[in-house]
């Protein structure tokens, strides 16, 4: 049975997911957490389910052995190729959240006949998974934006590249006439500001680490898991180290943060 000291377990293909961490952390600031970023697998959002899916059970697999209470698939590529899956494999183990439904039930609940866009990897807009979710009268428009993520690890944005880009993708007549926009991917929390300038506050953006955070705190407080601890912990694995991923995570978590090397493969 879990119990409100262990650690919350957060998974991603690579350091995007810190984006996600980092939403946590703030809402809730005393629990322990334990990253694990897929940095030798990364991006999954050109890999195949059936990959995703293994390397989300190896993920998994160590998560679960360090103690973790819940397991929050960060990466939306994961969350639509590995989440039923793997709720299956942890069954009673732990509980698990991904970055998906939380959104899909806010969408549920509060949409009123919007045309609703969402952009993300390919994995994620070829699994269709939203519109399985969603309600049937919510119009929904998705588009890949693959370029994207690299480009911000890169540590374009805010800058002339990142903007036309971005003009590039969110100008495609697909998105046209929509209300809200799902940030179906870690890394766009980073560029919010410059899509919201793109759309002049037209858009009302769908920030899913935010909700994902949310719906995370929702759980622990309902099933009595809340930690209450003084000091808590932050532990960050990498299955693959480079100095270019260490540089990278205060892009992502808002201040440096030491990565360490954790084999995906015993
Ligand atoms: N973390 C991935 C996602 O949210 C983006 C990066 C990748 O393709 O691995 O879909």
């Not at 759980?219 to 000091?231: E, K």
Request: hydrophobic share 40%; aromatic share 8%; charged share 20%.
């Amino acid at each position: 049975m879990s119990t409100a000291s262990q650690p919350i377990g957060i998974f991603d293909s690579g350091i995007g997911g810190l984006t996600v961490a980092h939403a946590i952390r703030q809402q809730l600031p005393q629990e322990h957490l334990l990253y694990f970023g897929d940095t030798a697998h990364l991006p999954y959002g050109d890999k195949s389910e059936a990959a995703i899916q293994a390397y989300s059970i190896k993920i998994a697999d160590i998560l679960l052995r360090h103690g973790c209470k819940v397991i929050v698939i960060a990466c939306h590529s994961a969350s639509s190729a590995a989440y039923e899956l793997l709720r299956e494999y942890v069954n009673k183990k732990a509980h698990i959240i991904n970055v998906i439904d939380p959104m899909v039930e806010k969408i549920n609940r509060e949409n009123s006949g919007e045309t609703v866009g969402l952009i993300g990897t390919k994995r994620t807009v070829q699994s269709g998974v939203y519109a399985r979710k969603l309600r049937a009268d919510v119009s929904l428009r998705s588009l890949a934006t693959p370029l994207l993520a690299p480009m911000i690890e890169e540590g374009f944005f805010n800058n002339q590249i990142s903007h036309d880009i971005i003009a590039q993708y969110l100008g495609d007549a697909h998105l046209s006439g929509i209300q809200r926009l799902i940030l179906a991917c870690t890394h766009y929390p980073l560029i919010k500001k410059e899509i919201d300038a793109y759309y002049r506050g037209a858009v009302t953006l769908l920030d899913s680490a935010e909700i994902a955070a949310q719906a995370l705190k929702e759980y622990l407080t309902t099933t009595g898991l809340l930690n209450d601890s003084r000091q808590a912990t932050e532990q960050f694995f990498v299955s693959d180290y480079t100095d270019a991923f260490a540089a990278s995570t205060r892009l992502f978590f808002q201040r440096e943060v030491p990565l360490q090397r954790h084999a995906l493969w015993d």
